[in-house]
């Protein structure tokens, strides 16, 4: 069983920075796929980013390539997602998953091919 706590979430002003942290205690052994997705009301949840842990592998949606990192600390058994110059659109509660894979690939990115949760951390960019 694997227990994941996010946090990190917050407001801030359009353009501004987060960084969120998922703390993930239990077995996450190398085949695991680690992401995070967010859900604005009234939407689907989205995958943002996610890693493969066998192979450091990162997988990200188009709409944050180039302003969001996914990053892992395995000493530290936590998973980090780095986001600069955010937008309001990306308002959302933001939730850590894990999913066992044999392999890494975009599929990391899918919620459906999740198998544990966290209770998510709030993020909310003002224009």
């Known amino acids: 069983q694997v227990q994941l706590v996010e946090s990190g979430g917050g407001s801030v002003q359009a353009g501004g920075s987060l960084r969120l942290s998922c703390t993930a205690s239990?077995?996450?052994?190398?085949?695991?796929?680690m992401g995070w997705f967010r859900q604005a009301p009234g939407k689907e949840r989205e995958g943002v980013a996610a890693?493969?842990?066998?192979?450091?592998?990162?997988y990200y949606a188009d709409s944050v390539k180039g302003r969001f990192t996914i990053s892992q600390d395995n000493a530290k058994s936590t998973l980090y997602l780095q986001m600069n110059n955010l937008k309001p659109e990306e308002s959302a509660m933001y939730y850590c998953?894990?999913?066992?894979?044999?392999?890494?690939?975009?599929?990391?990115?899918?919620?459906?091919?999740?198998?544990?949760w966290g209770k998510g951390t709030l993020v909310t960019i003002s224009a």
């Open positions: 998953a894990a999913g066992y894979a044999y392999a890494g690939g975009d599929h990391c990115r899918s919620p459906g091919f999740m198998d544990y």
């Open positions: 239990g077995t996450t052994a190398s085949r695991y796929c």
């Open positions: 890693i493969y842990q066998g192979s450091g592998t990162t």
